[in-house]
Nanobody
Framework: QVQVVESGGGLVQPGGSLRLSCAASGSVFAFYAMGWYRQAPGKERELVAETNTSDRTNYADSVKGRLSISTDSARGVWNLQTNNLKPEDTAVYYC???????????????WGQGTQVTVAS
């Protein structure tokens, strides 16, 4: 059974940086797409960044130029480097993974448990 675990959240001042990491373990896996979502209080979960093995990468407009996703697919590890953080980036961040068929049906196969990122003075 695949497990996906995030790490790296915390409290940071505006303009600061955090590096979030996600690691998958368990059964043999072949993720097609890996990504990061976030959910702020009272808001719906939204896609922040995603990438797939076809080398396509997408970012939410609100984070372009500030957040960057990187992957080590062979190790089942992917990271989200967050820079120049703003208070509106405060949310629970979830890593996600999907196999190819699920991805093109807009389904996430695996979710992490979430890690809190708080941006405040």
């Amino acid at each position: 059974q695949v497990q996906v675990v995030e790490s790296g959240g915390g409290l940071v001042q505006p303009g600061g940086s955090l590096r979030l990491s996600c690691a998958a373990s368990g059964s043999v896996f072949a993720f097609y797409a890996m990504g990061w979502y976030r959910q702020a209080p009272g808001k719906e979960r939204e896609l922040v960044a995603e990438t797939n093995t076809s080398d396509r990468t997408n970012y939410a407009d609100s984070v372009k130029g500030r957040l960057s996703i990187s992957t080590d697919s062979a190790r089942g590890v992917w990271n989200l480097q967050t820079n120049n953080l703003k208070p509106e980036d405060t949310a629970v961040y979830y890593c996600s993974a999907a196999h190819r068929g699920s991805y093109y049906n807009k389904v996430v196969d695996y979710w992490g448990q979430g890690t809190q990122v708080t941006v405040a003075s």
